[in-house]
């Protein structure tokens, strides 16, 4: 479900990191535009500047030149205290590693966002439940991470990204450490939990078999946005350059300015 407006809108952003001989270009002047209810996928080779991108937009990472608004704000002329705040009141993300706290339970994981905004311990973990029940996790709340497959750990790690009511998702590779079975699954879940009309998806991925879930797929190459494609031009694309066949009913991809 695709919403009205624009939720992150990115026009010349660069970034460096080094200086002198030792500096390296990650994004050389990047332009999108993100809609509200979509999820976007960015997809491209290791080092093209995909991490970074996802970074800047998320307030872990300044820009160094360039626009950029995201949910309506431009974090770049916030101070570091006010873009964390910002972060905890706006974004939530799941990586390819869990990131859980082994010595704690699944529940006490998943409500730690909203006991580091100062909720009551009693109603954090409440929610918390909620949500586990919601992945399917339902009597598992008091076990402990370790207890559980990489399958069961991915889908703790979709509820605590999303017991605070995020506006932005940021996934970093999210089924690398899954296996095809699994990916699918978590994918199919995060597209359901996700998908709202007020909310975007930023999904960072090698992983061709999750194409399909995005909405649309951004491709980036040496710093910048080559061109915007849509899953099946994406698959195609990704078809030809291995030298297999496109599926027939797939028309080239399209390029974008």
Not at 149 to 176: H, K, N, Y
Not at 186 to 194: D, E, F, K, N, T
């Amino acid at each position: 479900m695709t919403g009205h407006g624009t939720s992150v809108s990115a026009h010349g952003v660069t970034k460096t990191f080094g200086t002198g001989d030792s500096a390296v270009r990650a994004l050389r002047g990047v332009d999108l535009d993100i809609r509200f209810g979509e999820m976007m996928a960015l997809v491209g080779p290791s080092g093209c500047g995909k991490t970074t991108l996802i970074s800047i937009i998320a307030g872990l990472l300044s820009r160094d030149g360039g626009d950029l608004h995201v949910l309506g704000e431009d974090t770049g002329g916030m101070s570091q205290r006010q873009r964390t705040a910002w972060r905890g009141r706006n974004v939530g993300f799941i990586f390819q590693q869990f990131n859980l706290i082994p010595q704690v339970s699944i529940a006490e994981n998943v409500a730690v966002p909203l006991l580091l905004r100062g909720h009551p311990r009693s109603d954090a973990i409440d929610r918390a439940a909620h949500l586990l029940s919601e992945v399917g996790l339902h009597g598992r709340e008091s076990s402990r991470p370790t207890k559980l497959s990489g399958g069961q750990q991915q889908r703790v790690a979709i509820a605590r990204a999303l017991v605070g009511e995020p506006r932005l998702l940021v996934c970093d590779e999210p089924t690398s450490a899954l296996d095809g079975a699994t990916g699918q699954m978590v994918m199919g879940l995060i597209r359901r939990m996700a998908s709202a009309p007020d909310r975007v998806v930023l999904l960072v991925t090698h992983d061709e078999r999750i194409y399909h879930f995005a909405d649309r797929i951004a491709h980036v190459e040496d710093g910048r946005i080559t061109h915007v494609s849509t899953p099946a031009e994406a698959l195609a694309q990704a078809a030809i350059a291995a030298g297999d066949p496109p599926p027939p009913s797939v028309a080239p991809p399209r390029s974008e300015a």
